[in-house]
């Protein structure tokens, strides 16, 4: 039987979070999946380049998850084999994580959202991917006036507690 997963990622350093991801989609599931980077790209992340605001996940038809549009700039002090910022990049997971992602997105209409780049306590480089799902422009309004309620709440009863 296998090892269940721990309920959150070791991250030691992270380098790059898409904020707005948590508010404009409804997360279902996170997965922590690897990167396959260059040399250059790793120097420039542990440095504390990258970003990846517009950037989403895609299961090609090969059986391959691939991170698109994210950004690490080019390594100041890289040479002529410094790497290309906007170049899609290759994610490393299980078999059975990829088959269990390609049925969500092709069946549910859900979306793969990039919420972290971090390097975990190995010093490898990881991203927190998660499953998610669009939300429309009420939902979000809703989830502004639960937030703004729950720390309403929270505020009344610090106050009177």
């Known amino acids: 039987m296998a090892r269940p997963k721990p309920a959150t990622f070791d991250k030691q350093k ?17 997965f922590e999946a690897g990167i396959a980077l260059t040399g250059t790209e790793v120097k420039s992340l542990r440095s504390g380049e990258g ?22 700039p080019e390594f100041s002090h890289g040479n002529r084999f410094n790497h290309e910022p906007k170049r899609p990049r290759k994610l490393l997971l299980n078999a059975r ?34 499953l998610a799902k669009g939300r429309k422009a009420h939902d979000k309004r809703e989830h502004i006036k639960e937030r703004e309620w729950k720390r309403d709440a929270g505020r009344i009863m610090r106050d009177h507690g």
């Open 14 to 30: 992270i380098v790059a979070e898409n904020r707005r991801a948590r508010f404009d989609y409804a997360i279902e599931q996170t």
């Open 51 to 72: 970003s990846i605001a517009e950037s989403y996940a895609e299961v090609t038809a090969d059986g391959g998850v691939w991170l698109v549009n994210s950004n690490i």
């Open 97 to 130: 994580e990829i088959n269990k992602l390609h049925g969500a997105v092709a069946r549910e209409g859900m979306t793969l959202v990039p919420l972290t780049v971090y390097f975990n306590g190995r010093g490898r480089a990881k991203v927190e991917l998660a």
